[in-house]
């Protein structure tokens, strides 16, 4: 009887070891390497408008703030560009961006003003919805960004999100290259804050707020955390791959 109660304890112990040292391992591998989110705009220059009158900069706050707590939620280590209200030049969002896993830059989506009536004064339109991803070329990291991309564009796919084929229109402002069309990952050379990352970067847009629909969607927690867990296989690649070079 003695000797049963003492390999329970035994057991027992091993399990609380085991956990306790997974739990660590995990840590450290993801605490290694940081995540830079990048919340678009600012509270003076909000962006685009959307249907229901709310300012771009809101929304990508309000999306940056639910991916940063997800990651963190899975022990990966996340700097922001900005606080919620700090003005930010393009040029100060990509300086400290050297030597970190992924640069992530969040925004909201319009369209081109001929497509656009207004309601009420704000812009609204039904002729693009979804979300897209941009990667440039003159990114030092290109073909890491591309690789993250894909995995982010699978992984939104894989959970139901489509993307929006309107950039690649052959019209004035927009005529972006379509990567993949299939996961919605277009070339943007000359994106800024893409270009001066020193790390590789990707840009996504959530959805088109002056689509009605999309400017719905995006504000609901089961939107935001279909995209926090799309991003997670993006970053842990990532992570993953960055420490391997060390
Ligand atoms: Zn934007």
Redesign the pocket.
């Known amino acids: 009887m003695r000797h049963i109660k003492n390999m329970r304890k035994i057991i027992s112990l091993c399990v609380i070891y085991c956990t306790v040292f997974l739990c660590l391992a995990t840590s450290i591998v993801y605490a290694d390497s940081v995540i830079i989110l990048d919340p ?2 600012t509270k003076i220059r909000y ?2 408008k959307s249907c229901s009158g709310g300012h ?1 900069f809101q929304y ?1 706050n309000e999306m940056t703030d639910f991916i940063e707590e997800y990651l963190k939620s899975n022990n990966i280590q996340v700097l922001k560009t900005r606080s919620v209200n700090q003005e930010i030049s393009l040029k100060g969002r990509t300086e400290n961006s050297s030597g970190k896993a992924l640069f992530i830059s969040i ?4 369209a081109q003003e001929k497509y656009i009536s207004y309601e009420n004064g704000n812009p609204c339109s039904n002729y693009a919805s979804g979300y897209s991803i941009f990667v440039s070329r003159k990114n030092p990291f290109f073909e890491d960004s591309l690789q993250y991309a894909k995995i982010l564009g699978r992984n939104l796919r894989r959970l139901g999100l489509t993307p929006t084929l309107h950039h690649a229109e052959k019209i004035h402002g927009e005529n972006r290259e379509l990567i993949d069309k299939e996961l919605g990952i277009y070339r943007f050379d000359d994106l800024f804050v893409l270009r001066t990352a020193k790390c590789p970067a990707v840009l996504f ?1 959530s959805g088109v707020i002056i689509n009605p629909y999309d400017d719905q969607l995006v504000k609901t927690h089961e939107y935001k955390n279909k995209v926090a867990e799309s991003m997670l296989e993006m970053v842990k690649t990532a992570i993953v791959k960055k420490n391997d070079n060390k």
Not at 107 to 110: I, K, N, R, T, V
């Open positions: 678009g705009h962006g685009t771009e990508n925004h909201h989506d319009s847009e």
